[in-house]
Every structure is written in structure tokens, then in C-alpha cells.
């Protein structure tokens, strides 16, 4: 099956900070200027290059025009890039950099690198800070980056 548009969702993180964008980047809070903050929305396509049994998903914010991508140096770094999701979901060019793994557990999901295996997207408990990138710590401990997500369907 071959997707004519992305699908739409919104992302809150299990602390319920909800994704939204400023000044080109994504962040988790929930009040801007004393108001609540509806969310980003975040526009989906599957990668059809990589097995779909593992979820992998591309993840888009402003309609779709920008991509959030983990770069392609060393170590990860989390940022938007100025491409479309329809165009990496129509390409054949390498699109690991842009696609994450989608895990369900529960009510949540988490969003594992595919270039960057063991990389998850995650929020720290602190409002609005940027969305980033990091490993599971060993240990849990309270401070832990927060890298469940609630990910619904816009309506």
C-alpha cells in the first residue's frame, strides 16, 4: 500500500508535556505565555525500506516540510532538517538518519534511532527544553530522560 499523504498525531511525553515547536525546534512544556499549548502535529509515513515488523517510522513537523533527523556524525544529535516526509517516503535515497523504531508498551511508545541503535528520542523533566536524544540509562533512577511518548491521532 502506497500512502498519498502523511498521517497526523500529536506526541506527549509520560510526564504529559506535549511536543510543539519554537524557533525551528521541538520542545516539551505545557504553557506558553500562561496558555496551554495544543501540540505540534506531527506528520508519519512508514519507511518502506526497512522491515516493517520493526515499525520504522519517519517523523515530520510545519505539515510534513521538515524531518526530524539524527544527523549522520559519530553520536547522534537530534535536529530538523528542511525535507519533506513525502519526498523520504517516495525516495530512494538512504533515509536510516530520519526513521525511528516505534515500540508500543502499554498506553506508550518509544521512538529508537535506526542509524543510531540503542539511541531513543526523550524529554527531561524540566519545561520546555528540547526534544533530544539518549541511551538507556542501566540504572533508572527519577531524573532519567523521559523517553516514553503518549502518540495519538490528531483529530
Avoid at 523520504?88 to 521512538?111: M, N, P, Q
Avoid at 539511541?119 to 540504572?139: M, R
Wanted: negative net charge; proline residues 5%.
Amino acid at each position: 500500500m502506497v500512502l498519498s499523504g502523511a498521517l497526523c498525531f500529536r506526541m506527549k511525553d509520560a510526564a504529559l508535556k506535549v511536543l510543539y515547536l519554537h524557533n525551528n525546534q521541538l520542545l516539551a512544556g505545557g504553557l506558553q505565555a500562561g496558555k496551554v499549548i495544543k501540540g505540534e502535529e506531527i506528520s508519519v509515513v512508514p519507511n518502506r525500506s526497512l522491515d516493517a515488523k520493526l515499525s520504522p517510522v519517519i517523523l515530520g513537523v510545519q505539515g510534513g516540510s521538515q524531518c526530524l533527523s539524527c544527523g549522520t556524525g559519530q553520536e547522534p544529535t537530534l535536529k530538523l532538517e528542511p525535507v519533506s516526509v513525502m519526498e523520504i517516503y517516495h525516495g530512494a535515497a538512504e533515509s536510516k538518519s530520519f526513521t525511528f523504531y516505534r515500540r508500543d508498551t502499554g498506553l506508550t511508545s518509544s521512538f529508537e534511532s535506526a542509524a543510531y541503535p540503542g539511541w531513543f528520542l526523550c524529554t527531561v523533566l524540566e519545561a520546555d527544553q528540547p526534544v533530544q536524544l539518549t541511551q538507556l540509562p542501566k540504572d533508572a533512577s527519577w531524573d532519567d530522560p523521559i523517553t516514553d511518548f503518549y502518540f495519538q491521532q490528531c483529530d
